[in-house]
Nanobody, 127 residues
Framework: QVQLVESGGGLVQPGGSLRLSCSAS????????MGWFRQAPGKEREFVAS????????YYSDFVKGRFTISRDNAKIAVLLQMNSLKPEDTAEYFC????????????????????WGQGTQVTVSS
């Protein structure tokens, strides 16, 4: 069992930046990938970014590539999402996700690629 806790959400003006973090606890050594999904009211949940833990391979959705950067925290089993040049359409609840080897043959952009989900943190981009 793995627990994921997100932090760093908040209100920011368009063009601003936020950094989200997600810390894993429990059986965190089973994690082989971590990432982020987001969901806005009335919209489908969508993939944002992910990282393969051991090799640091990163994956991004087209709508965030060049603006968001996902990385590992060097001090702990955690993932960071640096969000720059934020747009109103980035407004959503952001969920940290983690996957084990049991999900290794599932596409990275799929909900089913991840075993564990955090509680979410709200990001609001508005003037």
């Amino acid at each position: 069992q793995v627990q994921l806790v997100e932090s760093g959400g908040g209100l920011v003006q368009p063009g601003g930046s936020l950094r989200l973090s997600c810390s894993a606890s429990g059986r965190a050594r089973e994690i082989v990938k971590m990432g982020w999904f987001r969901q806005a009211p009335g919209k489908e949940r969508e993939f944002v970014a992910s990282i393969v833990w051991t090799r640091s391979n990163t994956y991004y959705s087209d709508f965030v590539k060049g603006r968001f950067t996902i990385s590992r925290d060097n001090a702990k089993i955690a993932v960071l999402l640096q969000m720059n040049s934020l747009k109103p359409e980035d407004t959503a609840e952001y969920f940290c996700v983690a996957g084990t080897l049991s999900r290794r043959n599932i596409p990275m952009t799929s909900n089913d690629a991840y075993d564990y989900w955090g509680q979410g943190t709200q990001v609001t981009v508005s003037s």
